[in-house]
């Protein structure tokens, strides 16, 4: 029987999206203040700088990702010097602007009543910056302690020790089939896909079940709960 729901962060629980595009659009008006040479650097380039960056780090902590793509942007208008106080514009604006999905709170207030509730990220949105200051009985970070990012199986045994109970007891839910879905299901948790795209499902994953919002949870539970009990009451 379940006991602990575990959430990711980014795109799951928080509307992660306007938030790095209004600390971009900060540091863009910030360079444009500082040196006539940005006014050819455009939102674009900046988005495909932490592209970039994070598809050769994917591995680093975010906050590195960031501040390495930051430079790259910065590089562009030779403002290299400015590296600090740009970062720290970027990350006071992109906290600022963070909040989770309206779904959210309402959701985890029906949902602590039965179940433990968790929070593990790869990502540096930290619940008590992000709108979800007390929602969780634990938060997990990767990168702290040495905990490595998703999918890493590590990562996943790391959620199990936090939830104090065995593997098979712990749902994760998350937006990312890869490191969601497939990974928690390789450590033997249960995984919900929480699809709120509405893509389609390859047909070689499976998760436990799937979700537009955090607000059908709840009701995909209670079916989820009824299913296990049918099935155990049939073993004799």
């Keep these: 029987m379940l006991t602990t729901i575990v959430f990711d962060a980014d795109e799951t629980l928080i509307d992660l999206r306007p938030a790095v595009t209004g600390g971009l659009v900060a540091v863009l008006e910030a360079m444009r203040r500082l040196t006539p040479a940005a006014v050819d650097v455009s939102l674009a380039d900046l988005e495909l700088d932490w592209a970039a960056v994070f598809g050769e780090s994917m591995a680093a902590p975010v906050t590195e990702i960031r501040r390495a793509a930051l430079a790259r942007s910065l590089s562009r208008a030779g403002l290299d010097a400015h590296l600090d106080d740009i970062a720290a514009l970027f990350f006071a604006r992109r906290f600022a602007l963070t909040r989770p999905f309206p779904d959210v709170l309402p959701a985890l ?80 948790l249960r995984a919900v ?21 955090v607000a059908e949870l709840p009701g995909l539970l209670a079916d989820m709960a009824g299913e296990f009990s049918a099935d155990h009451s049939r073993v004799p």
């Design 109 to 188: 207030a029906v949902l602590r009543q039965r179940w433990t509730l968790g929070f593990a990220t790869n990502g540096n949105s930290r619940a008590e910056r992000c709108g979800l200051a007390g929602e969780f009985a634990f938060e997990l970070y990767a990168h702290e302690n040495g905990l490595p990012k998703k999918p890493a199986v590590e990562f996943y045994a790391a959620v199990v020790e936090a939830a104090g109970v065995s593997a098979s007891r712990v749902l994760y839910v998350g937006d990312s089939l890869e490191h969601d879905v497939v990974a928690a299901q390789r450590a033997g």
């Design 193 to 213: 896909w929480l699809n709120r795209s509405g893509l389609p499902c390859p047909a070689d994953v499976f998760p436990d079940g799937q979700v537009s919002t």
